[in-house]
């Protein structure tokens, strides 16, 4: 059974920072292609930011500069570095994580992301 735990949400200040954290269980980490998506109130969710098996990470326009997708296969786990956050960041943000060999996708419970102005 693949389990998926965020943590690190909050409330920031405008131009403050936090750093989600995602560890997954349950799956080979390794062949897997993670991401972080996130959805604001009366809008549909987006895809943030994705980091493959090979190491190759994609932003969304809006966040090239500010935020940094890792991950740590050893700790099964992806992160999301979140600078310079914008009251329009704010969102609850879910992790994502697709299996490489079936190509099923497992979902996080989801954290809140709140930047006040």
């Known amino acids: 059974q693949v389990q998926l735990v965020e943590s690190g949400g909050g409330l920031v200040q405008a131009g403050g920072s936090l750093r989600l954290s995602c560890a997954a269980s349950?799956?080979?980490?390794?062949?897997?292609?993670t991401g972080w998506y996130r959805q604001a109130p009366g809008k549909q969710r987006e895809l943030v930011a994705t980091?493959?098996?090979?190491?190759?990470?994609w932003y969304v326009d809006c966040v090239k500069g500010r935020f940094t997708i890792t991950r740590d296969n050893a700790k099964t786990s992806v992160y999301l570095q979140m600078n310079n956050l914008k009251p329009k960041d704010t969102a609850v943000y879910y992790c994502?994580?697709?299996?490489?060999?079936?190509?099923?996708?497992?979902w996080g419970q989801g954290t809140q992301v709140t930047v006040s102005s």
């Open positions: 994502n994580v697709r299996d490489g060999r079936s190509g099923i996708s497992y």
């Open positions: 349950g799956i080979i980490f390794s062949l897997t292609t």
């Open positions: 980091i493959t098996s090979r190491y190759i990470t």
